[in-house]
């Protein structure tokens, strides 16, 4: 029978207090890029009221958009390619939204919330054979092109590819990425909460109606949030490219977690995406960490969000801070 | 006997099902065109189980494959540990889909259209993982082995007697007994959907609340959908891979499942047999555009095109599209729910069938007002002798 000895847990888990730190750093790392990727997607259903399935495929560009300019150029600049490809996804969102998104919001489809969930899982099949014949199907990996300084200073040290607090180490690359999305998250932050166009988001979100009433021209708020969004998965594909192998496929898992994650957080609050997101990332940095059959821990990764996903939908669908549907 | 539109479409149902039948024959028994057919299929029942559920009842489920990966698993797992024979195992397949697809329809009952979505992805993709994690059970990533049917000699028997090719390949007696059940199952779907559940499945997608206060048991019809089309798919899952030998899990990712659905939306969601043959058209254009022949000379032209992910060989005289056939097939999804949301298939079958009766209704009503008129018309130019009003009025 199946039930072989190994799934008990006979071993004595030597969870010491560093152990536990450091999953606890590690989930917070994973999970701020988590969180930059889910507020694109509550952005998009914020504004347009749609959930987009294929906000893992526009990561999956933004990575390979970041591995085909370092390939192709050697020296060029690692944080340029990131703009260039958020720039990319930017773009491919605003003309994806302008032709198949415009005629729902104007009433032109037959039905719309039938359109709105398939539009996109559309797109997303588009996306992912079209980069598969692009690029073809093996793993990709893109070059480092950021390396810690070397030190030393007793408790804290770094060496090109690890930064030690104590005895805990943590991926240089990693680290990169999580500061880089933390810089773009508060940079959102800062669109969101104090320009007038992160206003006009925001009452578009709020009360469509009544943001036209003021001004504020919604279709054009729509295709915004949407490229906005896209761009926001555009970059954590873009910093994380470096650090883990890339195929097609990559976005199909990401598009997962980030539902976990609005779903969590609350579909539409930018709050709930951000703890959302590290919500995430530390369960499962925990969950794996902590799982008493190591041999399948990593396997199981993925489902402890799914899981949670789950139980959410069940339980309270609004999640933490989320309006109605 | 005056020509009717509908008789064209008896013609091509007919002819479809001389096709059917006569398929082997029709690409003389090779085996690759064998497959193909068989293939198609099993994905024209997936699709039209898919587009009862989703078309026909608004529940837009993704977990469709993971429901005919659990028909599959459990057939397979039956067979290997307690041994018993492919045919009980299949049966026993099918009602634990059932009961399973019961229970998601229960806990569907309160997500609406995106909600339910998310739900059911993520119920795929959990079962997905945990199949894959679970190596001792499963057989995870590698797949697990499933054996084949033993057809009993006298139903041999009477096969060689109709089919006299029946032995010519494996593939013959799989390809005959997915033609069947995908008859059975669209011929039960079918009658479904002209009954009184088919009026429910419709009301429940319009407006549950108009359902429910006109009489339909929403719970139950809901349900009902999910059971049926789980049930639907678990078998024919069960039956293509007993057939083909193998199960892996990653039959279940979204992928698979978005092609399934790619085939239901551009054969027609609301339409059963629109789906189907949707499926079958889009399963056996992907084979042939597998390969373009070309002319050598315009293929040397060609030949940048080897950068760009297509294989070119001059040999053969062919065009190796791989991907790109697929990145053609998504374009037309967009395209096709942008533009012709009822698909493409389902229209034409809906025109030749419905448009008819309700022409000869307002011809031969236009024709009786007509008569009336000239009554009228006789009245009005003869003089009047009748002066009460009463005889004039018709």
């Known amino acids: 029978m199946w039930l072989a000895p190994e799934v ?7 969870v010491s207090a560093t ?22 997607l509550t952005l998009i259903f914020s504004v347009l009221n749609i959930v987009s399935f294929a906000h893992g495929e526009f990561y999956m560009i933004g990575g390979y958009v970041v591995f085909l300019i370092l390939r192709n150029w050697k020296g060029f600049p690692g944080l340029l390619a990131i703009f260039a490809a958020a720039l990319v996804t930017f773009v491919i969102g605003a003309i994806f939204e302008r032709l198949f998104l415009q005629p729902m919001a104007q009433g032109k489809v037959d039905r719309p919330n039938e359109y709105a969930i398939l539009i996109t899982f559309g797109l997303s ?26 030190l030393d200073l007793g408790f804290l040290r770094m060496t090109r590819t690890t930064l030690f607090l104590g005895r805990i180490p943590l991926s240089a690359g990693r680290l990169f990425a999580a500061l880089i999305a933390l810089i773009a998250l508060a940079a959102m932050l800062y669109f969101m909460y104090r320009t007038w166009t992160g206003w006009a988001l925001q009452a578009v979100s709020q009360d469509r109606n009544a943001a036209a009433v003021v001004g504020i021209n919604p279709l054009n708020m729509n295709t915004l ?17 470096t650090v883990f192998s890339w195929v097609p496929w990559v976005g199909i898992t990401a598009s997962a977690k980030s539902f976990v994650i609005i779903v969590l957080g609350g579909m539409g609050s930018i709050p709930g995406s951000l703890l959302g997101g590290i919500i995430l990332g530390v369960v499962e940095s925990l969950g794996t960490g902590l799982f008493p059959d190591p041999a399948r821990a990593q396997a199981y990764r993925d489902v402890f969000g799914l899981i949670i996903f789950a139980l959410v939908l069940l339980v309270k669908p609004t999640g933490l801070f989320g309006r109605e549907l | 006997m005056t020509f009717r539109r509908i008789y064209i479409l008896w013609g091509l149902t007919g002819l ?4 059917l039948v006569f398929y082997p024959l029709i690409v003389d028994l090779q085996p690759y065109w064998l497959l193909v057919g068989f293939s198609a299929l099993f994905y024209a029942i997936l699709a039209s189980s898919w587009s009862l559920l989703a078309g026909y009842t608004g529940q837009f489920s993704f977990a469709h494959m993971a429901f005919m990966g659990l028909g599959a698993y459990t057939s397979g797992i039956l067979v290997r540990d307690l041994g018993w024979a492919p045919w009980m195992s299949t049966v026993a397949g099918v009602l634990l889909a059932g009961v ?14 995106t909600y339910l979505a998310l739900f059911t992805i993520a119920f795929a993709e959990i079962f997905r993982l945990v199949v894959k994690a679970e190596v001792n059970f499963t057989g995870g990533p590698n797949g697990l082995e499933m054996p084949p049917y033993t057809i009993p000699e006298g139903v041999n028997r009477v096969m060689r007697a109709i089919f006299p090719f029946w032995d010519a390949h494996q593939y013959v007696p799989s390809y005959y007994i997915m033609a069947l059940f995908f008859f059975l199952s669209l011929f039960v779907m079918f009658l479904l959907v002209r009954s009184r559940y088919g009026l429910f499945f419709r009301a429940v997608r319009e407006d549950e609340e108009a359902a429910a206060a006109l009489g339909v048991h929403v719970v139950n019809t809901r349900v009902l959908a999910f059971v049926v089309s789980s049930m639907i798919a678990a078998l024919a899952g069960i039956l293509f ?17 978005s092609l399934v659905i790619a085939m239901a939306v551009i054969g027609g969601s609301q339409n059963l047999i629109g789906a189907a043959i949707g499926a079958i058209f889009i399963h056996f254009s992907l084979e042939w555009l597998q390969q373009i022949p070309l002319p050598v000379p315009v293929l040397e032209q060609l030949l940048f095109l080897e950068n760009w992910g297509f294989n070119i060989d001059l040999q053969a ?24 949301q009822n698909g493409l298939i389902s229209p034409i079958i809906e025109w030749l069938a419905r448009k008819e009766a309700v022409e000869e209704v307002a011809k031969r009503f236009q024709a009786e007002r007509a008569m009336d008129a000239v009554d009228n018309v006789a009245e009005i130019t003869e003089p009047v002798e009748a002066t009460n009003p009463s005889e004039t009025a018709s």
């Not at chain 1, 152990?19 to 694109?40: D, K, N, P, Q, T």
């Not at chain 2, 007993?242 to 892996?248: E, P």
Request: proline share 5%.
């Open chain 1, 19 to 40: 152990y536990i730190v450091r999953l606890l750093l590690e989930g917070l790392l994973i999970g701020v890029i988590y969180a930059l990727m889910a507020l694109g």
């Open chain 2, 241 to 257: 891979h007993h057939f083909i030998g193998l199960i892996v899990p990653d039959e279940m990712q979204i992928g698979r499942m």
């Open chain 2, 317 to 340: 005289g062919v065009l190796r599209t791989n991907a790109w056939r697929m990145v053609g097939f998504g374009l037309l999804l967009m395209l096709t729910l942008r533009f012709w």
């Open chain 1, 125 to 150: 099949f588009f996306l992912q054979f079209f980069v598969l014949g692009l690029m073809g199907p093996f793993p990709k990996k893109a070059p480092r092109f950021w390396s810690l300084p070397e």
């Open chain 2, 100 to 113: 399973v697809g019961m229970i998601i329809g229960y806990l569907c009952l309160r997500l609406r259209a």
């Open chain 1, 225 to 241: 949030a949407f490229a906005l969004g896209g761009m926001l998965a555009g970059l954590a594909g873009a910093v994380l490219v």
């Open chain 2, 16 to 19: 479809f099902l001389l096709g």
């Open chain 1, 8 to 14: 008990v847990p006979t071993l004595v888990l030597q």
